[in-house]
C-alpha cells in the first residue's frame, strides 16, 4: 500500500536543497543574525513581486495581522470585520490589538469573505475590514474595495494561504491599505521555522511597523511608540529569498496538481473547488465537498491516504471565542461548509501519480 501524505516538508526542502544549504551557510558565516542584509533583501525582494513600495519582515502571520492592524490605528473600542471561516489567527490578532472581531459569512462557491454580508455589518465603530484570501482563491476585492471607499475603512488583507495569487492582473497583497502574509513552514511561500511579512503602498504604514516591530525604537534605545518584539531572522529570509525565487513555479505545480484532481473527480458526486473568472487561484489547499465526510476520510486513511479539514469548527463556534455572542446558526453558509469540506493532499512537489491513487481511492468510495 502506497502511502500519501497530506503534506512533505521534506520534499519541498529536497526541491531546492542546495540553494537553500548555500543561502544557510552564507548567513551563518556572515556573524549578523537579526535585522541585516538577508533580511533588507528579501523585503526588497518581495515588496517587487508583490508589487507594493514596501515590505516589513516580521515573525509571524498572526503577528503580521496584529502589527498591521496596530499601524493602522486599530485600538480598543474600534470594530473589525472578518469571516469565522479562517485561520484563528485571524480573529487572535484582532482580539490582541484589543479591538472587537465582528464576523459575517462566506460566498458558498469560493468560501471568501461575502460582500454583501459586510455592508450590513459595518457601524460608526468600524475600522477595518479584514478580507481572507483562503486556500489559495482570492476574495471579492472589487466588491469589497468599493464598500471600504463608501464607508471610509481602511482594508488589511489576510494572504497567508495565498502568496501569488492574483485578480485581474493584480497581486493579492497589492490592494488593501496593508497586507499580512505567514511564512509557516506549509504556506505556498514557506519558511523553515515561523516567519511572516506586512506589505503597503502607504509610506506612513511602513515607517510605523518597522518601529513597532521592534520596541517602538526610533533609533537604539530610544522608544518613539510602545512596541513589540516581533522581527524575521536573517536565516529565514535567506531562505525565503530562495524559496520567493521558485514561488511561481511552485504555484504552477500547484495548479497542475490541481487541475487532474479537478478532472478524474469530475463525475463523482463531491463539489469541487470553483474558481471566480477574474481569478487566479494558487491552490494552498485542494478542498472538495460531501455530505459523506467521515466515511470518506476513514475509507481513505485506510488506503494509506492523508486528509484534512480546515477548520472543523468555525470560530464563533470554538469554546475560546464565546463571549463574541454568536449562536449556532448565525452563520449559515460558514457552517454548513465547515460540515462538508475536506481537504486532499497537495505540496508543490507531491507526485503527479499520487493524485491518480487518491482519485482512484475516491472513486472506488462513491
Ligand atoms: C497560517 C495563517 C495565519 C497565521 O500565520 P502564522 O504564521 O501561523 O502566525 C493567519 N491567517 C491565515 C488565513 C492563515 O492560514
Known amino acids: 500500500m502506497t502511502s500519501i501524505p497530506f503534506v512533505d516538508l521534506k520534499a519541498e526542502y529536497e526541491a531546492y536543497r542546495t540553494e537553500i544549504d548555500t543561502a544557510v551557510t552564507r548567513t551563518l558565516s556572515s556573524g549578523w543574525y537579526i535585522?541585516?542584509?538577508?533580511?533588507?533583501?528579501?523585503?526588497?525582494?518581495?515588496?517587487?513581486?508583490?508589487?507594493?513600495?514596501h515590505?516589513?519582515?516580521?515573525?509571524?502571520?498572526?503577528?503580521?495581522?496584529?502589527?498591521?492592524?496596530?499601524?493602522?490605528?486599530?485600538?480598543?473600542?474600534d470594530e473589525v470585520i472578518t469571516v469565522a471561516h479562517t485561520a484563528v489567527a485571524t480573529i487572535a490578532a484582532i482580539e490582541l490589538a484589543g479591538a472587537t472581531p465582528v464576523l459575517v459569512d462566506i460566498d458558498s462557491q469560493t468560501y471568501t469573505m461575502d460582500p454583501e454580508q459586510v455592508e450590513t455589518a459595518v457601524t460608526p465603530?468600524?475600522?477595518?475590514?479584514?478580507?481572507?484570501?483562503?486556500?489559495g482563491h482570492p476574495a471579492d476585492m472589487e466588491a469589497i474595495l468599493e464598500i471600504a471607499v463608501q464607508h471610509r475603512l481602511q482594508v488589511l488583507e489576510d494572504c497567508a494561504q495565498a502568496h501569488g495569487a492574483l485578480v485581474d492582473g493584480r497581486r493579492v497583497g497589492s490592494m488593501g491599505d496593508a497586507a499580512a502574509f505567514s511564512f509557516y513552514p506549509?504556506?505556498?511561500l514557506g519558511a523553515l521555522g515561523d516567519g511572516?511579512?506586512?506589505?503597503?503602498?502607504?509610506?506612513?504604514?511602513?515607517k510605523r511597523l518597522r518601529l513597532l516591530r521592534q520596541y517602538g525604537w526610533r533609533e537604539r534605545y530610544i522608544s518613539d511608540l510602545a512596541g513589540y518584539n516581533s522581527r524575521l531572522d536573517e536565516l529565514q529570509a535567506?531562505?525565503?529569498?530562495?524559496?520567493?525565487?521558485?514561488?511561481d513555479e511552485d504555484n504552477g505545480r500547484r495548479q497542475q496538481l490541481a487541475a487532474r484532481y479537478s478532472e478524474q473527480l469530475e463525475n463523482l458526486p463531491v463539489q469541487l473547488p470553483r474558481i471566480r473568472p477574474s481569478a487566479h487561484h494558487v491552490f494552498h489547499l485542494y478542498v472538495i465537498q460531501t455530505g459523506r465526510r467521515a466515511p470518506l476520510a476513514a475509507f481513505l486513511q485506510e488506503k494509506g491516504v492523508g486528509t484534512?479539514?480546515?477548520y472543523p469548527v468555525p470560530i464563533h463556534l470554538q469554546p475560546a471565542y464565546r463571549h463574541l455572542g454568536y449562536a449556532p446558526g448565525s452563520l449559515p453558509v460558514t457552517e454548513r461548509a465547515?460540515?462538508?469540506?475536506?481537504?486532499?493532499?497537495?505540496y508543490a512537489h507531491m507526485p503527479e501519480e499520487h493524485v491518480n491513487v487518491v482519485c482512484r481511492a475516491l472513486a472506488e468510495f462513491f
Open 35 to 53: 535585522l541585516g542584509p538577508e533580511v533588507a533583501a528579501f523585503e526588497a525582494a518581495f515588496a517587487a513581486y508583490t508589487g507594493v513600495a
Open 55 to 77: 515590505a516589513v519582515g516580521v515573525a509571524s502571520g498572526t503577528d503580521a495581522l496584529l502589527l498591521g492592524l496596530k499601524a493602522l490605528g486599530v485600538g480598543p473600542g
Open 125 to 135: 465603530r468600524t475600522k477595518v475590514i479584514i478580507p481572507v484570501h483562503l486556500y
Open 186 to 188: 506549509t504556506k505556498n
Open 196 to 206: 511572516g511579512a506586512v506589505v503597503t503602498n502607504r509610506d506612513d504604514i511602513a
Open 238 to 247: 535567506a531562505i525565503l529569498q530562495v524559496r520567493l525565487a521558485h514561488l
Open 308 to 310: 484534512a479539514v480546515h
Open 338 to 346: 465547515t460540515r462538508r469540506i475536506l481537504s486532499l493532499p497537495l
